[in-house]
């Protein structure tokens, strides 16, 4: 709940956090064609800001289907395909799942304790094991 009262503001420690750790993700970023600059100008984009929404209902969608990820399969398949069209790398998403712990301590404060840590890493690894599959089945070259 506390994640999800704030998506915005959130994702925003999340993604600046990700281009701290690796700037050469910026130029995955592309809207009509224009490369950012900068991670600053990047994050003050109304259509990244709108990314941020989208991952944000992701994670939200994920741990509102704690019981039955298997639900969001078909979903997250086809946004791994997604990501990988893009050029995302499958090593990316160990980067991102370092940004999301950051995110998820600076939100959580003392609530983060090594438990909730535990359970937010298993349940990032079974998104991205989901997506995997869905790059696992992307024809090469398409």
Known sequence: QRVSGS????????????FDLDPD?????????KQFASPQECLSAPEFLDHIRKVMLVIDAAVSH???????????????????????????????GESLLYMLEKCLGTAFSPEVQEAWSKLYSAV?????????TFPEGD
């Not at 994702?11 to 990700?18: E, K, N, Q, Y």
């Not at 993700?25 to 064609?33: E, G, S, T, V």
């Not at 991205?128 to 696992?136: I, L, Y």
């Open 25 to 33: 993700l910026l130029p995955l970023f592309q809207y009509n064609c």
């Open 66 to 96: 704690l019981e039955n990820l298997s639900c969001l399969e078909e979903y997250l398949c086809n946004l791994g395909k997604k990501h990988q069209a893009v050029g995302v790398k499958i090593e990316s998403f160990s980067t991102v």
């Open 7 to 18: 998506p915005e503001q959130h994702g925003l420690v999340l993604f600046t956090r990700l």
């Open 128 to 136: 991205v094991s989901a997506m995997r599959r869905g790059w696992d």
